[in-house]
Nanobody, 113 residues
Framework: QVQLVESGGGLVQPGGSLSLSCVSSGSNIDAMGWYRQAPGKQRELVARISSGGSTNYADSVKGRFTISRDNAKNTVYLQMNSLKPEDTAVYYC?????????WGQGTQVTVSS
């Protein structure tokens, strides 16, 4: 069993930055990613990174968000810049290991003046 613990959410003004972290209790993790879910909306992919470091992003965050990982620390990061009110959501970390999928508990990101 793998547990994922996110941190780094909070309240930020439009145009500001936040950095999220997600630590896995297990190793040998394959792809890791960040998803988000705003009130009344479906959960959506924000960014994903393979075990080898290949990344892909939602069009809405390209150029503003950066995903990275430290395999030695079993940690994935999401650097969010130029935040907009529409980025407000609960952000979830996801990890794949083999055929299993694991989710974190989520961390709230609120972008508001």
């Amino acid at each position: 069993q793998v547990q994922l613990v996110e941190s780094g959410g909070g309240l930020v003004q439009p145009g500001g930055s936040l950095s999220l972290s997600c630590v896995s209790s297990g190793s040998n993790i394959d792809a890791m990613g960040w998803y988000r879910q705003a009130p009344g909306k479906q959960r959506e992919l924000v960014a994903r990174i393979s075990s080898g470091g290949s990344t892909n992003y939602a069009d809405s965050v390209k150029g503003r968000f950066t995903i990275s990982r430290d395999n030695a620390k079993n940690t994935v990061y999401l650097q969010m810049n130029s935040l907009k009110p529409e980025d407000t959501a609960v952000y979830y970390c996801k990890a794949n290991r083999g055929v299993r999928v694991y989710w974190g508990q989520g961390t709230q990101v609120t972008v508001s003046s």
